[in-house]
């Protein structure tokens, strides 16, 4: 993901008023992801189901780099 761009960044009630908007710019790959800050906290992430499945993908194959090293294989 790299760093985090400003132009990604919404308050929650930002995204209740702009969830569509949001929402399209996430799937037509416009924007990657959006992050949802709350009471000034990093609460949440929105990402397109492409991306989740591609980061998903990529966990199990480190996982199982971490298994095999762990266990010697």
Do not use: C, H, W
């Amino acid at each position: 993901m790299g760093l985090v761009n400003q132009d990604d960044i919404y308050t929650a009630t930002q995204m209740v008023r702009n969830f569509s908007p949001i929402m399209t710019s996430i799937t037509s790959g416009e924007k990657k992801q959006a992050f949802i800050v709350k009471n000034s906290k990093f609460e949440a992430v929105l990402l397109s189901m492409k991306e989740y499945e591609r980061m998903s993908e990529a966990v199990k194959i480190l996982e199982k780099i971490y298994d095999k090293q762990k266990n010697g294989k």
